[in-house]
């Protein structure tokens, strides 16, 4: 193995000198060197590629890139074989590193199929070097360079992705990142589709490109809208456009209140009423205390057929919210309810939140009637404290300043209310049935 790994080295040394000044096809020994392209492809043809690559090497030696592309191209599956047994750190770079000149080689040698070469290339960059970014990221810079809107969709999503953490690790700006994805999407927007499947691909590499620039959460709200703003404006009527402004705006922190977010939204929703449009529409409406157009909207996103159940809980736990917000109670424990029977993973949440509703209740009824409303606000709490550990502290402080409005014992006798009495509560558009509870 050892002399096998400096041979390839020697051949990875070779590949800058390769004889192409050579007289004819197959250079100057041509005897020799169609003698060694025959052996070695008696042993590739039946994959027994350690025995062809000796003989692989000594054809590439002898042979110029001229004298055969298969060559070239049997040479990159013989060293990506040895590439996956060489266990020596130096001596696999050094594989790697011939690997990837074939590549440059075939591409020089060969321009009807440099595209093809260079994204190979890409590729098996892509999946051997994993300890050097920066030169994994120097590749890619390369090939798209070289190959522009010809280069395979993955490879320009590897690179994006390789500029982000290039930019995580200080090595670029936010202006670089930006103009990485601007001149990927035009790549991906450009690129040749010549079948359903290139038009397959494309979509897909554009959905994942923008998700990969998204989830960087790179840009800040400001950079987001001065490199969309003008794109916006001059195309108003693409819907791909204004799916990924609202998306990306969506997800960053406090950039719902803008001008572009309104104006892209309320594109989507004009063009197609979705549940997301909806529930973006509410979004935008609630960062505007406009209560009554976000609660419309968001009853409007739970309703829609397009939302799964786990989406629907927690949308009916945000209706809770913001109707307790806008002081609609009676929406809010009827939305909290919904969400906790919808998924059972919102039964603390809601509880807590119906139990501060009650305990925030004003009731008419006397004496007894305005503090019923504590004993059903504790009910809810102690269901909140059993179903969420989590919120015990916070259940015990509300419990214990509730109880401290229970109704004295002598009194409520005077009421002809008792402990452990079956009691029910209607007020403010709620109903519930609780356990009548005194103190002293």
Known sequence: MKKLALAILGVAMLLSGVNVSAQGKYGKDSAECIKYLSY?????????????LPNWRKAFRLCPPTASQNMLLDGTT????????????AKRQAIIDTLLSIHDIRAQYYPKYAVTALNNKGLDASNL???????????????????????????????????IKRF??????????????????????SAPIKTDSDAEQRNNARADLENLFITS????????????????????????LVNNIVKMLAITEDCTDNDLFLKAVTAMYNNNPSASAAYYLYRLNNSRNNMTDAIRYLEEAIASPETDTPTKAGYEFELATIALKSGNNAKAVEAATRAADLDPSYLGKSYYLIGTVWGATKCGGGYIGSRAPY???VDYLIKARNADSSLTEDCNRL???????????????????????????????MRATTTVRTQN
């Open 168 to 189: 995580h690790d200080g090595k670029l700006t936010t202006d670089d990142v930006l103009k990485t994805y601007e001149s990927s999407l035009s790549l991906l927007d």
């Open 217 to 240: 959460k790179v840009a800040s709200c400001q950079d987001l809208l001065s490199l969309f703003t003008p794109r916006f404006e001059a195309n108003p009527n693409d819907m791909d």
């Open 40 to 52: 070695y492809k008696d042993y590739f043809k039946q994959k027994s590629y350690n025995d062809a």
């Open 375 to 377: 004993w059903v606000a």
């Open 399 to 429: 419990i214990g300043q509730y109880s401290s409005y229970y109704p004295q014992k002598a009194e409520a006798f005077m009421y002809d209310v008792t402990d452990g009495q079956s009691y029910t509560v209607s007020c403010g558009g």
């Open 78 to 89: 013989l060293l990506r074989n040895v590439i996956r047994t060489e266990k020596d750190a």
């Open 129 to 163: 070097i994993k300890d050097d970014p920066d030169k994994l990221y120097s590749i890619y810079q390369e090939v798209i360079a070289a190959n522009k809107e010809q280069t395979r969709p993955g490879l320009v999503l590897l690179n994006m992705d390789a500029t």
